[in-house]
């Protein structure tokens, strides 16, 4: 199945679209709940999802790095660095799924 993902400021920019389109496309809107368990598992997605985890290893390579930040007491500067960065590869992941129209 492929998947166009189209907005419109009007409802009947896009309802116009569907009827126009010949039947073995067979175009159909999906509500944004149905479009989510679509892609959710998708390869863009996990795509995106391996580009964070790549991310956060550039600075925390391996497990034991990540654990040793999160047994630091809140107040560390350095587990505070840690979560800074983190937030920081979340939000870009955030970023590029909502360019691909996926809401997180």
Request: include cysteine; hydrophobic fraction near 30%; glycine fraction near 2%.
């Given at each position: 199945m492929n998947v166009?993902?189209?907005?419109?400021?009007?409802?009947?920019g896009i309802n116009a679209l569907i009827a126009s389109q010949p039947p073995e496309i067979n175009c159909?809107?999906?509500?944004?709940?149905?479009?989510?368990?679509?892609?959710?598992?998708?390869?863009?997605?996990?795509?995106?999802?391996?580009?964070?985890q790549r991310k956060i290893?550039?600075?925390y390579p391996d497990y034991g790095s990540e654990l040793a930040m999160i047994k630091l007491p809140?107040?560390?500067?350095?587990?505070i660095k840690y979560e800074k960065y983190i937030?920081?590869?979340?939000?870009?992941?955030?970023?590029?799924?909502?360019k691909l129209g996926y809401r997180n």
């Open positions: 166009v993902s189209i907005e419109s400021e009007l409802e009947s159909s809107e999906l509500t944004e709940l149905e479009f989510y368990n679509l892609v959710h598992n998708s390869n863009q997605i996990n795509a995106i999802r391996d580009q964070v290893k550039e600075e809140k107040i560390n500067l350095k587990r937030n920081h590869c979340i939000k870009f992941g955030k970023r590029e799924k909502a």
